[in-house]
């Protein structure tokens, strides 16, 4: 099966312009994650989508970050405006969200630098 | 914030060794994973562990979990030097379908 796509691969953008990423989960799955992963951290889940509707998005910083997933496929993740410390690769991840399926296929990352 | 945290940080071995890394946890889960992330091939689930094992092996890779100790350690069997990576713990709370990754351990296989 294919497995996660995201697009851009890489993205420098100045301060306090915008950026959107996007993210095609493997078909069927039913949940879909955003990432942020710092440099020598590991990934920490800015929120997560069930179908179409937001579980939980506790950890996104909301007077900046939005993100939207229509129809309960494809997602974006919008940065605006941006600051230094947004510089990560931004992980989108997709699972069955089951009890039994319980592992995340994560895609290839967005790695953005904001100078 | 992070709920695992590998130990050791990094690792060097030759190829051929064994290597063994630990996580520890904060909180109960409901199953704990281990993922690696090298350049190539980005970040890629190894294995699963529920809350109810003590022990699970897939190929060269077993996994222990102590939920009394709440820690869990990865060994990889007769290292090569494609297994050079960095390997993180993640845990599942119940219910959430939710990962929290800890910082991860960097091994270098060394040919």
């Known amino acids: 099966e294919a497995g996660v796509a995201q697009s851009p691969r890489y993205k420098i953008i100045e301060k306090r312009q915008s950026v959107a990423f996007w993210c095609n989960p493997i078909?069927?799955?039913?949940?879909l994650y955003w990432y942020q992963q710092i440099l020598g951290q590991g990934p920490k889940l800015l929120i997560q989508?069930?179908?179409?509707?937001?579980?939980?998005d506790s950890q996104l910083p909301k007077d900046r970050f939005s993100a939207e997933r229509l129809k309960g496929v494809d997602s974006t993740l919008k940065i605006q405006p941006a600051k230094l410390e947004d510089s990560a690769v931004y992980l989108c991840?997709?699972?069955?969200?089951?009890?039994?399926?319980?592992?995340?296929?994560f895609g290839p990352g967005t790695r953005l630098t904001v100078l | 914030s992070q709920q695992g945290e590998e130990d050791p940080q990094a690792l060097s071995i030759q190829e051929g060794e064994n290597a063994t890394m630990n996580c520890s946890y904060k909180?109960?889960?409901?199953?704990l994973q281990w993922y690696r992330q090298n350049s190539g091939r980005g970040l890629v689930h190894l294995i699963l562990i529920r809350s109810n094992e003590r022990e699970k092996h897939s190929g060269r890779l077993r996994v222990t979990l102590d939920t009394s100790k709440k820690s869990s350690s990865l060994l990889i069997t007769a290292s090569r030097a494609a297994d050079t990576a960095s390997y993180f713990c993640a845990t599942e709370g119940a219910g959430s379908y939710q990962l929290t990754f800890g910082k991860g351990t960097k091994l270098s296989v060394i040919p």
């Open positions: 989508f069930q179908n179409n509707g937001v579980v939980d």
């Open positions: 078909s069927g799955h039913a949940t």
């Open positions: 909180t109960s889960i409901n199953n």
């Open positions: 991840a997709s699972s069955r969200g089951s009890p039994l399926y319980n592992e995340q296929f």
